[in-house]
Nanobody, 115 residues
């Protein structure tokens, strides 16, 4: 069964950087896009960044110019480079592969940004 395995979360000071990685075991040949979501305590899960198979990228306004999403379709891998981190970025981050009829989710990785 396909699993998305995340890594790269951790503790970082404000202004620092982290890079999250997510790789799918097995083969996912029919996904349309990859994405990163995050969920902070007491808040709904939020779409942070998305990249299509063809490389079209979208970001939520709060991370634009700070975060960069990238992918390797052949390796079923997506990254989220996070720079200039702010305490407001603290959340559990989830990677996602999707198409109109299915979603695959990572297990979540904690990102904590201290002041």
């Amino acid at each position: 069964q396909v699993q998305l395995v995340e890594s790269g979360g951790g503790l970082v000071q404000a202004g620092g950087s982290l890079r999250l990685s997510c790789s799918a075991s097995g083969i996912i040949s029919d996904f349309i896009a990859m994405a990163w979501y995050r969920q902070a305590p007491g808040k709904q899960r939020e779409l942070v960044a998305r990249i299509t198979r063809g490389g079209i990228m979208n970001y939520v306004d709060s991370v634009r110019d700070r975060f960069t999403i990238s992918r390797d379709n052949a390796k079923n891998t997506v990254w989220l480079q996070m720079n200039s981190l702010k305490p407001e970025d603290t959340a559990v981050y989830y990677c996602n592969f999707n198409n109109p009829w299915r979603n695959w989710w990572g297990q979540g990785t904690q990102v904590t940004v201290s002041s």
